[in-house]
């Protein structure tokens, strides 16, 4: 950390930090709807389109790439990338060329599910429903195979589960749960693949509509927390597994799922970053405070990489973060006393076993500090005095606190911080002895 000394003042510069923030002057003109890496390449999708990652300048750029679209998702297949495009879709090579595109007037591309069971086939949730692409027999053009029939409403997330069933989610309270058939010439059976719609009227409910896969597992999200399906009883049921979520969907929290190469769920609530790591034995460690770094009100979207980089998505812009820099949360800082006042004096601090006061002068004023140089506006403070406080005070950013009126006896002042990792420090402690009017040596050491 370095310290420059101003004119009004003094700076500090974190010059380790495991965070690089990128907004407008980065090229960043609107907010991050998704993220995805190709070709060595890093891709956003906003409101506007995609851009991509001008490593030397450290700036997005913004290319032919389709003209100006929400892209709400990407998806990496081989040494292309699929996106949307209005009213369709298109495929970016290596080059960042446009290798080809294919335009429908019925839809806008939401989401994309390269199938693990259905090789060489790609599920599009779009604003008419679903659709599948599937790989042409020379293998270099995606083709449009199909549409599911019927009315369906706006597909925005997909998964997949283990049994090989497609999920889709809908932000309108409806999930579907799609059984594929492949016929005899190994054509996608949509007339004969079975849909099975949950929901209100259907009684079975999946949350709030979107749905969420992760290991094969599929996931709701409701105001009560997550649920799974459970395919033996054909309904969703409550599931704390990655502990407790909790949404408020009236003021439009978000929420995310992403499964890593490794195994390791990244769960994001809001603008804060949960991560669930599998147990050799079963189960997942779960991890609440290692990216409280984060600098912004909202997460949209995480992307992690395997050398560690998480990147994340927000209306503000993007945030590069290092799994390695998380690896500090656990550092020990002190809370110093910095001043202890009554009213007509100001105390020693240096006094090892206390001060011995009048009753008469029975206000005091105590000023603390924590040199915890991270993001010091989240750093809290928690005071108890002994022989007055029934307890520690509820956590609070002020750095100080007073007593009036305090009787003749024996007080110990104690004080300790919180950081944004949610690290108490060591405490601060002051003991003070407050005796009759009558004594002479007001203000002596004990």
């Not at 700076?11 to 965070?19: A, D, F």
């Not at 906003?46 to 490593?55: A, D, Q, Y």
């Not at 495009?85 to 806008?108: C, S």
């Not at 408020?248 to 790591?277: H, P, Q, Y």
Request: with cysteine; hydrophobic share 35%.
């Amino acid at each position: 950390m370095l310290w420059l000394g101003l004119d009004n003042g003094i700076s500090k510069v974190e010059l380790s930090s495991s965070i690089t923030t990128f907004s407008k002057q980065s090229g960043l003109k609107t907010g991050v709807l998704s993220i995805d890496r190709m070709g060595g390449n890093l891709f956003i999708g906003s409101p506007i389109g995609i851009s991509v990652l001008n490593k030397e300048k450290r700036v997005f750029e913004t290319g032919e790439f389709g003209g100006a679209v929400q892209v709400f998702d990407m998806l990496k297949k081989g040494e292309n990338l699929i996106f949307p495009i209005m009213n369709g879709m298109a495929v970016l090579n290596k080059d960042l060329q446009l290798a080809y595109k294919y335009e429908d007037d019925r839809y806008l591309a939401f989401a994309f599910l390269d199938s693990k069971f259905l090789k060489n086939r790609i599920f599009v949730g779009n604003s008419f429903g679903l659709s599948v692409l599937k790989l042409s027999e020379n293998g270099d053009v995606w083709e449009r195979e199909g549409y599911f029939p019927g009315n369906f409403f706006e597909i925005w997330t997909l998964a997949e589960s283990k049994e090989g069933e497609i999920w889709a989610g809908t932000q309108s309270g409806i999930a579907y749960k799609i059984t594929p058939v492949i016929d005899e010439n190994g054509d996608f059976d949509f007339e004969n693949s079975k849909v099975e719609i949950f929901g209100q009227e259907t009684g079975k409910k999946a949350g709030n509509g979107i749905i969420y896969g992760n290991a094969g597992k599929v996931y709701a999200l409701s105001e009560q927390g997550l649920s799974s399906y459970n395919p033996e009883s054909g309904n969703f049921e409550m599931d704390s597994t990655f502990g407790e979520i909790k949404i408020d969907f009236a003021s439009t929290d978000n929420f995310s799922m992403v499964e890593d190469k490794k195994g390791r769920v990244w769960i994001t609530i809001k603008n804060r970053i949960r991560l669930a790591s599998p147990k050799p034995e079963g189960g997942y460690k779960l991890e609440e405070d290692l990216f409280n770094a984060y600098p912004w009100e909202d997460i949209t979207t995480i992307y992690p990489e395997d050398d560690g980089t998480v990147w994340v998505g927000s209306g503000d812009g993007l945030v590069r973060m290092e799994e390695k820099g998380a690896n500090n949360i656990q550092k020990k800082f002190s809370t110093l006393l910095r001043q202890a006042i009554t009213k007509t004096d100001t105390l020693s601090l240096d006094a090892a076993e206390g001060i011995s006061l009048q009753q008469s002068n029975n206000s005091l004023r105590f000023m603390y500090a924590a040199p915890f140089f991270e993001q010091e506006d989240r750093t809290v403070y928690q005071t108890y005095l002994e022989g007055f406080d029934p307890d520690w005070t509820d956590w609070g950013t002020n750095s100080y606190k007073e007593y009036t009126n305090l009787a003749t006896g024996t007080y110990t002042f104690r004080v300790r911080a919180k950081n944004l990792y949610n690290v108490i420090s060591e405490e601060a402690t002051y003991c003070l002895l407050y005796t009759s009017p009558s004594p002479r040596d007001r203000g002596n050491h004990l």
